[in-house]
């Protein structure tokens, strides 16, 4: 039979010869599992069709076996009549193709890795039938094959070089792999298959590790993007209500301007009408006494020259001083100077407002650095703040330099200042990851971290750094290292040095002192929770000493 006459036998369904050959209704035949499938699938719709022709039938069609087209299926079966394979059973360019068939090959079913050649199901079967082959060991069809064939000897590699962890043939084990450890990769297999036991074993838990941290994670992308728009929201009223502020202020002084203008005005206009009178009368005066003047009756000059030559009060006019286009000028000079202490803040306080957007940092698994090359990453360029010294310190090298002087510095009264301990803030606040070191000379300094609202002006407990729960700082000196915080002392060992490195990281709420030489000695560190901003801080105790924040690289 041609190719042609062989399609007849198949069922359009399964695309395979037809197995208990059904015919329904319409005349078409299919095998009895398939068209049964069909329908069921059709099953809700209650409309049965034909998957050929799609004729609907309303009530499912009873199946019966068509035993005259079995018959005949058996009998052509016998003469070799075999289905043409479908189009999808022949093998592409990225299937494993059948190593047996000719011409057109089919896809490989499987591969052996005995034989070392893969096969279709058709070829397959000797495997199945002939007992010698029965004991090959059959895998899922694969390419790689020949990856399986020493290259040197041309032999099935079927033993593993633990010594140079290599899969080798029997030939190689007794050639260049001699006296290695060497076992069948079977064995090695067996051993290595128990070891991915274990690991899967781990796999499940850390799994859910890692599902539990994304949750977390997907958490804390949200908790970011609230507080972030939450913080706009409030910068953005904050700010508006600062130019309010700035515009209230501009119209008040407008307004007041103006009403000084209109009062200073009124009383120019009512001395200039006091004026223009008086020219007036004066005028007038001036006009009669020409007319007596002339008058050639001695008797009647004589008796009204008293009546015309009194002059009324002359206005006073010595108090005007004409000073044009400056009346105003010392409005504008004070406001210009709010201008620029307005702009000075703004530029001081913006750095920092800068700094503590840039140091947000969710993820706080960065452990501490090792090295000091890893601190300098997180280096701080510090100066003091003026405004906080004590008066017995002088501050120079760009206020990175202080000394303890006996003799008083001429510096202004401010709230902010130290009065009662020879102390001096820096002028940044210090969050996110910060590292500074100082370098001191003398018979001490304490090197310490304060909030900026301990008290400047109380006793010694409560203004010295250290001896209160707003700051933390460690006393150098030439013999000892001593932590205090809230007036505990804690004694710390370590090897003297005269340059000193502090690391804090804000927000995990880590303070560390380093001794800095050659190498850096943690001196002593601090876990705790940090609440607010934190400042450098400095203090003195002797005549002479000093401390500089050194610009590390």
């Known amino acids: 039979m041609n190719q042609m006459d062989r399609t007849k036998f198949c069922c359009s369904v399964c695309l395979d010869l037809l197995k208990d050959p059904v015919t329904i209704p319409c005349g078409h035949s299919y095998c009895m599992n398939c068209i049964k499938s069909f329908w069921d699938e059709e099953e809700k719709k209650k409309i049965y069709s034909c998957p050929q022709c799609r004729q609907t039938f309303t009530a499912r069609p009873v199946l019966v076996k068509n035993t005259m087209l079995a018959d005949l299926l058996e009998e052509l079966k016998k003469t070799g009549l075999q289905a043409a394979p479908a189009d999808h059973c022949y093998a592409g360019p990225e299937d494993v193709a059948c190593d047996v068939c000719t011409g057109r090959k089919m896809k490989a079913f499987k591969s052996c890795l005995v034989c070392l050649a893969s096969y279709c199901e058709k070829h397959l079967q000797p495997h199945y039938d002939v007992v010698p ?16 064939i020493c290259s040197r000897h041309d032999e099935v590699m079927k033993m593993f070089c633990r010594t140079d962890q290599q899969i080798i043939c029997y030939l190689c084990s007794v050639d260049e792999h001699k006296g290695n450890d060497a076992i069948s990769a079977a064995a090695e297999r067996t051993e290595t298959q128990r070891e991915l036991e274990v690991s899967r074993q781990n796999i499940p838990q850390r799994i859910q590790d890692r599902e539990k941290d ?13 507080s972030a728009d939450q913080t706009v929201e409030h910068s953005e009223k904050i700010f508006t209500e600062l130019i309010h502020l700035i515009q209230k202020r501009s119209s008040d002084v407008k307004q007041q301007i103006r009403s000084q203008q209109e009062t200073e005005v009124s009383r120019v206009k009512e001395l200039e009408e006091k004026l223009e009178q008086e020219i007036t009368e004066l005028k007038r005066k001036d006009a009669e006494l020409k007319q007596l003047s002339h008058t050639e ?6 008796h009204n020259y008293p009546s015309l030559s009194a002059l009324s009060e002359s206005t006073d006019s010595s108090s005007i001083n004409i000073c044009p286009l400056s009346y105003f000028e010392d409005v504008t000079a004070a406001v210009s100077e709010v201008r620029d202490k307005l702009q000075d803040i703004l530029r001081e306080e913006w750095t920092n407002i800068s700094l503590t957007v840039t140091e947000v940092d969710v993820l706080l698994s960065q452990p501490e650095p090792k090295t000091r090359a890893g601190f300098l990453k997180y280096s701080r360029e510090i100066t003091l703040d003026p405004n906080t010294a004590n008066k ?6 760009g206020n990175k330099k202080v000394t303890a002087r006996e003799q008083q510095q001429s510096y202004s009264d401010q709230p902010n200042r130290f009065t009662n301990r020879w102390q001096v803030l820096s002028r940044e606040s210090l969050t996110g990851r910060c590292y500074w070191e100082v370098e001191w000379r003398g ?4 090197l310490a971290v304060a909030y900026k609202n301990i008290s400047r002006k109380g006793g010694y407990y409560e203004c010295g750094f250290g001896l209160n729960d707003k700051s933390w700082s460690l006393d150098c000196d030439n013999n000892s290292y001593t932590f205090r915080y809230n007036n505990i002392e804690t004694p710390v060992s370590g090897p003297r040095s005269s340059r000193v490195g502090v690391y804090l990281d804000h927000r995990a709420g880590i303070l560390s002192f380093y001794s800095v030489s050659e190498t850096m000695t943690l001196l002593h560190r601090v876990q705790t929770t940090f609440t607010q901003p934190l400042y450098a801080g400095l203090w003195f105790h002797y005549f002479g000493d000093t401390a500089e924040l050194i610009k590390v690289k």
């Open 297 to 302: 009756d001695h008797i009647q000059f004589l």
């Open 214 to 226: 994304v949750k977390l994670l997907q958490q804390e992308v949200e908790a970011i993007n609230q």
């Open 392 to 397: 017995q310190l002088l501050l120079s090298e």
């Open 133 to 148: 082959l029965k004991k090959h060991k059959l895998v899922e069809p694969s390419k790689k094959l020949q990856e399986n």
């Open 443 to 446: 018979r001490g300094v304490y």
